[in-house]
């Protein structure tokens, strides 16, 4: 189980990384002088570099930012946005047809160890190892959050890109709620305990109850049960918190047995699904922009969430009636008491078949440092270098503290080639599950009969399947 730390969190080695930092910038003074942006990309200017992501506030913020790098290296960069599912599947076709359409691509990490086993990504070493590209100043092992960065951005003991997105889920609720004197009184009469965001299971599914109320058209949650990848990652924050995983591995590019149908995974499928009555009818429709919306509009009063669409939830008053209204915590723990979350990014990668990788590469360096990251972190974005989360604005942010709590303990997924396809097992075997076509043992007995046959000896069943 790697671990990786923010904010806060970090703050005994920031000290200690400040002071590695100016030995570094002392050392490559001189060479820092000697390079410059707009030198590095003059052979390249007039190119146009086209990237490719998912439609949510760190890429708008990304798309509001390149302006500046257009102006000072004549390079043109285009944003293509769509939803996750659209994204990753744009980019997989291009990278089968190998038509270069996109120079850099913004994917979900589960994707890079097929993408690598393909031979669709050029190593960064090739540009980190060009003089003439690689910024002196930029130190990565230095200034990035390392295990996250190796977790979701190296492969093979290779380095493929640099992450996008630091990503984790936590708790989303609203405190005005919590904060409601009539609203306390009566929770207290019925449960004995006082009104507090969630921070057990048990809790969590008593507040769920207190405020579902149809006839006012709102909800105590909203799950994301529709037969797509929101579903599994929803459900794995429930998993983890009954101490339960999907295979025995110590990082996401092992192989190991597979434990998905384990009696702790078959017990945290069964609660995840009797959230169901605490969510609106059909939430087998709802996938995350739908339960997004739900808060926005005020609908719902509790539900678990990725950090980089807070911004829209939290801070954006043109998209959010409830601005102001919002509360943030880590994930509820479960049955063993300890707090987890999920490792998750999207990450800068260069195709093989890119035209312009170049430039593309000077344009996601130039991505990576403080100042813009910073820039983009405080319009949506969720950077992974801790002098980000040092700062007086971001510590501002009223999601802060959720976000920088919420990697305490971060569990790996699976990067293996066959990532994708263990992904489509589960959410396919997750919604017969949800829709009652199976009980959660014959669903997850499946998943895990599957996932053998897909990886074979190196993924021993555990338990034993009907």
Partial sequence: MPTWRQGTRAAP????????????????????EAWTLEEAAAPYKGTTVRTIGEALPPLEALANMKHVFEERTGITVEVEMYEHSEAVNKVMLDLNSRRGRYDFILQPHRE???????GHLVALNKFMDDPSLRNPDFVPESVLYEGLWKEISWYGGKMYGYPFTALNMYMWYRSDLVNDPKEQEGFKAKYGYDLAPAQNLDQYRDLAEW????????????????????????WLNFLYAYGADMMEVSSGSDCGPIVVNSPEAIAATEYYKGLMAYSPPDTLNYFWDDVMALMQQAKVFQLIMWNDATYAVAVDKDASTVVGKMGFGTTPVGPLGEQVGQVEGWTYLVPAYSKNQEAAFLFIQWMMEYEQQLEQH????ASARPDVYATAEVAALPYSQASMDSNAAAIAKPTIPASPQITDILVRELSSYLSDQKSAKDALDTAAKEMHELLGDCAPLKYAVQ
């Fill in 211 to 234: 405020f579902t109320r149809p006839d006012e058209r709102f909800y105590g949650t909203a799950i994301q049960g529709k037969r797509h990848e929101a579903l599994w990652y929803e």
């Fill in 112 to 118: 890079l160890g097929r993408f690598v086993e393909n």
């Fill in 378 to 381: 405080l319009n949506g974005g």
């Fill in 13 to 32: 080695a920031l000290s200690a990384l400040a002071a590695l930092s100016v030995l570094a910038l002392a050392a490559t003074t001189e060479r820092a």
